[in-house]
């Protein structure tokens, strides 16, 4: 087990070379038929296998047709060569994207995944299946009206058994200034409500009027901590990632501030480590002011809280991965027996989606998250 590396005021250009706390496998390659295989989120099955969902798309733009694809992972995360189409994009639309799974209260699966019409329509849908994933119910709409999608792996089963799905959106996809919702459903994912909370934050400029890429709170994910009251993390273009509570389990949301952790644009992961108190949050440390994505990607951190995500100390804070050469972002986080399985977004180039892409996994062992 490799030294635990924590995060501080660390040089991160003093790296010269790839650095991995952990071997990254292959989880979901591309090919020179599907140039973009990522945003992956995994489920353990019951004979103790992990399927795989993720979306797998002919080019490397948002907009490049694909569907959902589905993978058997092994237990010693081999992955098997079984990939099926789980989710089939609208016809004539743009793609299907962005699976979220989860194991349901009642034992069933259930996934959360973005239908996108174009680039003004989109919905967040539900799913759910008996078979432990070989076949999938029919449709419920979680998130409607205009552009509705939400970021893959976030989805919360919360204790008192609602099912929350944390949502983004705006007027269109290219219009880039996104507001943040949720969804909630306690009929095990029958019909859903959306909350009236909408989180926005401003557009940026820098003097002179020029804008600061994207703005506005989107990709939020959710954890529900010890006392049963919700957390979010956002994705901001303010420099760190942001956060809003709820303590009616999703209903209603307080205003977002910053979590006073270092972040680009990019999307954190949040979730609850089983049995115990700490929450663990997946993120990127890069930052770069007057970048046009706040930074490049290619540091990934985990870092945990002991305080319900009140503060997040520098010394429980571990570097999980750092290439220079390669674009490595999107975790989505699993746990697994002792493990936490982290499947991240890996492009052959520097910049975002730059290249091929594909979904490569670290399995992290607990025990080394809490060392010292």
Not at 68 to 87: N, Q, S, Y
Not at 128 to 151: F, H
Not at 251 to 276: D, K, Q
Request: hydrophobic share 35%.
């Amino acid at each position: 087990m490799p030294a635990a590396t924590q995060i501080g005021l660390l040089d991160l250009a003093s790296i010269q070379e790839l650095y991995t706390a952990f071997p990254l496998l292959d989880a979901a390659p591309s090919d020179e038929t599907y140039h973009r295989c990522s945003e992956a989120s995994s489920v353990e099955l019951r004979d103790g296998t992990v399927l795989l969902a993720y979306g797998r798309h002919a080019g490397a733009s948002d907009n490049a047709a694909g569907h959902i694809w589905g993978r058997t992972i092994e237990a010693d995360g081999t992955p098997r060569a079984d990939d099926r189409i789980l989710i089939r994009s609208p016809e004539g639309g743009l793609n299907a994207m962005s699976p979220a799974l989860r194991r349901l209260p009642d034992g069933r699966l259930g996934m959360l995944y973005s239908f996108r019409v174009n680039v003004k329509t989109a919905e967040r849908h539900f799913v759910s299946s008996k078979d432990e994933g070989r076949t999938w119910s029919a449709p419920s709409v979680v998130g409607t009206g205009g552009y509705v999608t939400g970021c893959h792996d976030r989805f919360t089963v919360h204790s008192s058994g609602r099912l929350i799905a944390p949502l983004h959106g705006s007027e269109n996809w290219d219009y880039h200034w996104p507001q943040t919702s949720v969804a909630y459903s306690d009929d095990m994912g029958a019909t859903w409500t959306r909350s009236p909370s909408r989180i926005e934050m401003p557009k940026l400029l820098y003097p002179g009027g020029r804008i600061v890429g994207e703005g506005g709170a989107n990709e939020p994910s959710a954890a529900e901590r010890a006392d049963g009251s919700l957390l979010m993390t956002l994705r901001t273009s303010m420099g760190t990632q942001f956060r809003s509570e709820s303590f009616d389990r999703g209903a209603t949301w307080s205003s977002p501030r910053s979590m006073e952790v270092l972040s680009p644009r990019a999307p954190a992961n949040l979730t609850r480590v089983p049995g115990r108190d700490e929450l663990l949050l997946v993120y990127q440390h890069d930052y770069e002011l007057g970048h046009v994505m706040n930074g490049q990607r290619h540091t990934i951190v985990a870092a945990l809280s002991g305080d319900g995500g009140h503060s997040w100390p520098y010394a429980r804070r571990k570097l999980l991965a750092f290439d220079p050469a390669h674009s490595i972002d999107y975790p989505s986080v699993m746990y697994k027996g002792g493990e936490v399985w982290i499947t991240i977004r890996c492009s052959t180039g520097r910049e975002v989606l730059q290249g091929r892409t594909s979904t490569r996994l670290m399995r992290v062992p607990l025990d080394w998250l809490y060392e010292a």
